[in-house]
């Protein structure tokens, strides 16, 4: 017995000491937790289910930016990285399924190729910014303006219809439940319920990108260079080596979410990712370079933006009160189309003011100013 008790006492001192402050936060996250998981409509449900498929394409993008500007090249390029990487990867796609091939591979197949058009589409960004020294937005904005007119021109001699619209179908490689973990309260509803596998695949995803870029050597000699260069490259790291590899990332990110968002989205790719990738940037600014807050903006920005789309379920839970049934039935829609954006501009004006990103982002590095 008394061994026992030793026993229990040693696991005690392991555990990790919380503050008065973080025992708080956890006690009120799990109240928030019971509530959602037992007052949540089915409409909810839905809507929540549509934030999903816009958060994870933005965090995935944004932790894309985040790995580049994280080893100090500063990436605007997002938002064409992610057009080209749909436009690819959506082509692949119809012209498959035009041939009768199908199924879930086939929609992994065409993340696969989204991404390597990711990769090749920002290895043009890291030419000219890293290996060039040219001046990183220009180039961002250049790859924007590139991505825009490849997706129509191509779009227009490579599709089926020969438009820039792309069709494929999606809606039935949908699954309807996942054993087990569909009973999960509240979560197992959302994410384990008519949901698409290569939605839970970019959820996995950007766990193990986050871990990559915090808890790894390389992402410690990948910061190491966004924030002093020259002390990196004392130290024997190849600085230049480490920007490529970053900027590549970050187009591999920015291919997949491309393609991530499109699928579950929609039924054709029409030379437009909406501007997640502006999006993105504002999710990468607001959650200072930090994964977790990246993650937690990227629901809220995803939030707002189901909110437009999925406008039909708010009004469907609210009916039953007659001045707000009256209310929402005269909203204009472009109002609630508007809404992302400017909420954006708001939460940017707030947070930006104690955002801190990393010391030589967007500088070239010269080995001989050392």
């Not at 069709?167 to 439940?177: D, E, K, L, V």
């Not at 054709?268 to 997640?276: E, L, P, T």
Request: hydrophobic share 55%; aromatic share 10%; glycine share 10%.
């Amino acid at each position: 017995m008394t061994e026992n008790k030793s026993k229990f006492k040693v696991f005690l001192a392991k555990l990790p000491k919380l503050s008065i402050k973080q025992i708080i936060k956890i006690v009120v996250l799990l109240v928030i937790y019971v509530l959602l998981a037992i007052f949540t409509t089915d409409n909810m449900y839905n809507l929540l289910t549509l934030t999903i498929y816009s958060a994870i394409p933005l965090a995935l993008v944004a932790m894309g930016g985040m790995y580049s500007e994280r080893s100090g090249v500063v990436n605007i390029a997002l938002e064409g990285t992610m057009m080209f990487g749909a436009f690819v990867g959506i082509l692949c796609l119809s012209h498959l399924q035009h041939a009768g091939i199908d199924g879930q591979h086939i929609i992994f197949l065409a993340l696969l190729i989204g991404a390597v058009a990711g990769v090749i589409f920002s290895a043009l960004h890291a030419f000219a910014s890293i290996t060039m020294k040219s001046d990183q937005t220009i180039s961002g904005t250049a790859l924007n303006m590139l991505a825009a007119g490849l997706a129509i021109f191509m779009g227009r001699a490579l599709s089926l219809g020969r438009t820039e619209e792309i069709t494929f179908s999606s809606t039935h490689h949908r699954i309807s439940a996942i054993p087990l973990l569909r009973h999960i309260p509240f979560f197992g509803k959302i994410l384990f319920e008519n949901i698409y596998l290569i939605s839970l695949f970019g959820i996995l995803l950007f766990i193990v990108m986050g871990v990559i870029a915090y808890k790894t050597k390389f992402g410690l000699r990948l910061r190491a260079c966004g924030e002093n260069p020259h002390a990196a490259d004392a130290a024997g790291i190849n600085v230049i080596r480490t920007r490529y590899i970053a900027v590549l990332i970050s187009g591999m990110l920015g291919g997949i979410g491309g393609v991530l968002l499109i699928i579950p989205t929609t039924v054709s790719f029409i030379a437009n990712v909406y501007g997640f990738g502006f999006l993105a940037m504002a999710v990468l600014i607001s959650g200072q370079w930090k994964p977790g807050r990246i993650m937690l903006f990227a629901i809220f920005f995803g939030l707002l933006r189901s909110i437009a789309f999925g406008f039909v379920f708010i009004k469907d839970d609210l009916s039953h009160i007659t001045f707000l049934k009256t209310f929402l039935d005269k909203l204009p829609t472009d109002i609630l189309n508007m809404l992302p954006y400017v909420v954006t501009l708001i939460v940017l004006a707030f947070t930006s003011l104690k955002s801190r990103g990393p010391k030589a982002a967007g500088e070239p590095y010269d080995q001989g100013k050392r």
